[in-house]
């Protein structure tokens, strides 16, 4: 098979919110231009022809993936056929990562590792864990001198847990990790996220799963539809939104923005990764709507990967956080202001890398959005 030619087949849906129906096709993926062609399955036709989706990588396709086809939020069920499969499913082994209490203010720093080491992080969030939902989650270490220790660490501040994927997921995790007494890894592996940012056994910066079977039952624990536990950790308090944009994310630069934030002395309160429909998008920038000309291409912006919503808390947040993020447009923002944000990090005024709430009044209320209202549709 040509170079030109090779491609992998996925099985997908779209909900149709017209016609309230799930519409399933065959999704080809051509990664030699990052194209794709789409075939209705029910009606046996083409649906779209090859077309170029910029951005998307193979690495983004893999079963429970979302990704957005011209403005499609479409979701990956399976494999279409079994070269796919034989070719893909070890490059897309999952496995958790719970950045613990004790490493959660060096979560920008952990994140920017876990980008440079070419894992995708498909899905994340910051909860606190109750004493029962500490125990249960290690309850293999049930009876073990170390165990009431472990727990009420565990329980004693939020965590970030992230499902994450890539080529030997679990294996290479552990081994970014080091060992898990933290002065060992200093000695025996000083470059590890243990020997960072770690303690002793106990507060050691960060959890992995162990084997296949343990990764499926950490991430449900944590993703597991209706059933997953966390409350998220949103104090609706002294608050603004910033909201990590698809492309930021795609590009790697996740880690390097929440670090950013955190040096200068803002706190990160709650975060949570989302995979907006468009109705969302369209309904959180209504306030746009008529009143900039770049609306549409914003709606398509937000809605077209992962982005990451952040509630971000300190003194007058809302107007000091607008401060940090800098113009709208990156370019000017790189003349006038170029410690900021969007200096830093934006391409132009749609990819400009992050959303922060524009109005003092409104702090509040975009935070409500993200971690009360689509939060809770998560869950139903």
Same mark, same amino acid.
């Given at each position: 098979?040509?170079?030109?030619?090779?491609?992998?087949?996925?099985?997908?849906?779209?909900?149709?919110?017209?016609?309230?129906?799930?519409?399933?096709?065959?999704?080809?993926?051509?990664?030699?231009?990052?194209?794709?062609?789409?075939?209705?399955?029910?009606?046996?036709?083409?649906?779209?022809?090859?077309?170029?989706?910029?951005?998307?990588?193979?690495?983004?396709?893999?079963?429970?993936?979302?990704?957005?086809?011209?403005?499609?939020?479409?979701s990956i069920t399976d494999y279409a056929d079994e070269r796919t499969s034989n070719l893909l499913r070890n490059k897309n082994e999952k496995t958790l990562a719970?950045?613990?209490?004790?490493?959660?203010?060096?979560?920008?720093?952990?994140?920017?590792?876990?980008?440079?080491?070419?894992?995708?992080?498909?899905?994340?969030?910051?909860?606190?864990?109750?004493?029962?939902?500490?125990?249960?989650?290690?309850?293999?270490?049930?009876?073990?001198?170390?165990?009431?220790?472990?727990?009420?660490?565990?329980?004693?501040?939020?965590?970030?847990?992230?499902?994450?994927?890539?080529?030997?997921?679990?294996?290479?995790?552990?081994?970014? %990790?080091?060992?898990? !007494?933290?002065?060992?890894?200093?000695?025996?592996?000083? %470059?590890?996220?243990?020997?960072?940012?770690?303690?002793?056994?106990?507060?050691?910066?960060?959890?992995?799963?162990?084997?296949?079977?343990?990764?499926?039952?950490?991430?449900?624990?944590?993703?597991?539809?209706?059933?997953?536990?966390?409350?998220?950790?949103?104090?609706?308090?002294?608050?603004? %939104?910033?909201?990590? #944009?698809?492309?930021?994310?795609?590009?790697?630069?996740?880690?390097?923005?929440?670090?950013?934030?955190?040096?200068?002395?803002?706190?990160?309160?709650?975060?949570?990764?989302?995979?907006?429909?468009?109705?969302?998008?369209?309904?959180?920038?209504?306030?746009?709507?008529?009143?900039?000309?770049?609306?549409?291409?914003?709606?398509?912006?937000?809605?077209?990967?992962?982005?990451?919503?952040?509630?971000?808390?300190?003194?007058?947040?809302?107007?000091?956080?607008?401060?940090?993020?800098?113009?709208?447009?990156?370019?000017?923002?790189?003349?006038?202001?170029?410690?900021?944000?969007?200096?830093?990090?934006?391409?132009?005024?749609? #990819?400009?890398?992050?959303?922060?709430? !524009? %109005?003092?009044?409104?702090?509040?209320?975009?935070?409500?959005?993200?971690?009360?209202?689509?939060?809770?549709?998560?869950?139903?």
């Amino acid at each position: 098979m040509a170079a030109s030619d090779e491609r992998y087949a996925f099985l997908a849906e779209w909900y149709d919110p017209r016609a309230s129906l799930i519409r399933k096709y065959q999704l080809l993926y051509y990664p030699s231009d990052s194209s794709v062609e789409m075939y209705d399955i029910k009606n046996r036709r083409l649906f779209l022809k090859r077309s170029m989706i910029d951005g998307l990588q193979v690495q983004h396709l893999f079963i429970g993936a979302i990704v957005n086809i011209h403005s499609r939020q479409l979701s990956i069920t399976d494999y279409a056929d079994e070269r796919t499969s034989n070719l893909l499913r070890n490059k897309n082994e999952k496995t958790l990562a719970m950045i613990k209490p004790d490493a959660v203010s060096q979560m920008g720093n952990i994140i920017d590792i876990i980008h440079g080491e070419g894992f995708l992080i498909c899905q994340a969030k910051m909860v606190r864990l109750t004493r029962h939902e500490a125990s249960l989650f290690y309850s293999e270490h049930k009876g073990k001198p170390f165990f009431n220790y472990l727990v009420e660490f565990m329980e004693s501040g939020p965590v970030v847990a992230m499902e994450l994927k890539g080529a030997n997921a679990i294996t290479k995790w552990r081994t970014l %990790l080091g060992p898990t !007494d933290s002065a060992t890894a200093r000695i025996q592996a000083p %470059l590890s996220i243990r020997a960072k940012f770690g303690t002793d056994t106990t507060k050691d910066a960060a959890h992995g799963s162990d084997s296949p079977l343990a990764a499926e039952r950490e991430t449900n624990f944590f993703f597991g539809g209706k059933s997953f536990i966390g409350k998220n950790t949103a104090s609706f308090s002294n608050c603004t %939104l910033c909201i990590i #944009k698809p492309h930021a994310i795609i590009q790697g630069n996740t880690g390097k923005i929440i670090s950013a934030i955190t040096s200068k002395g803002f706190e990160i309160s709650a975060l949570q990764m989302f995979h907006l429909e468009r109705a969302n998008a369209e309904e959180f920038y209504e306030v746009y709507k008529g009143v900039v000309n770049e609306y549409q291409s914003m709606v398509e912006e937000l809605c077209c990967g992962p982005c990451l919503a952040m509630e971000i808390r300190a003194p007058n947040a809302p107007v000091s956080f607008r401060e940090f993020v800098g113009p709208t447009d990156p370019e000017i923002a790189r003349h006038l202001r170029p410690g900021t944000l969007r200096a830093m990090f934006g391409k132009d005024k749609i #990819k400009n890398a992050v959303h922060c709430t !524009d %109005l003092p009044e409104d702090g509040l209320i975009e935070v409500e959005y993200f971690f009360k209202i689509l939060d809770n549709q998560q869950r139903s």
